[in-house]
């Protein structure tokens, strides 16, 4: 099973990932590790990405997970997944891939955001992030208000 960690920048996908993986032995793969030099240039810019960038970088995570379940492994990978087409492309087995959402309201995230140390996202991008959502109706909801251990007991007990 693949578990795909979505919500928007500064909700907290790589830290629940991480933790989540190590929790459930699975592999981790952060979706920021897979954008080409480009997408980070205009995101440090403060420049949204469109769908056409995005659309290489969703395939090389598609396929991460692809080839994953093929060899048998677990894996969870943290991707932002903002719109219902991009978890299409990243939804290879629906059966084996599931999704988690991590909701905040815009004030909570960018409050977190401006404490943030050395990522290459603009904290100007967040408006553009949540206008871009389509918040999911087939993923578990988990509110980033809580300690990050409360939320991976969140979805350790509610991942079925």
């Not at 692809?66 to 059966?95: F, H, M, N, Q, T």
Request: net charge neutral; proline share 4%; aromatic share 6%.
């Amino acid at each position: 099973m693949f578990i795909i960690i979505m919500g928007v920048s500064g909700s907290g996908k790589t830290t629940i990932g991480k933790a989540l993986a190590k929790s459930l032995g699975y592999s981790f793969y952060d979706g920021d590790d897979f954008h080409p030099p480009a997408n980070v240039a205009k995101m440090a810019k403060g420049i949204p990405l469109t769908d056409e960038d995005r659309a290489g970088w969703l395939q090389e995570m598609a396929a991460v997970i692809a080839k994953g379940l093929v060899r048998g492994e677990d894996g969870v990978i943290a991707c932002s997944a903002l719109k219902e087409k991009y978890r299409e492309v990243l939804r290879v087995d629906p059966r084996q891939v599931r999704l988690v959402y991590l909701k905040g309201s815009y004030e909570t995230i960018k409050t977190r955001m401006k404490k943030r140390q050395g990522h290459f996202m603009n904290a100007a991008l967040l408006q553009s992030q949540y206008e871009t959502l389509e918040e999911p109706g087939d993923a578990l909801v988990v509110d980033v208000s809580q300690t990050p251990e409360e939320i991976v007991q969140n979805i350790l007990l509610n991942l079925s």
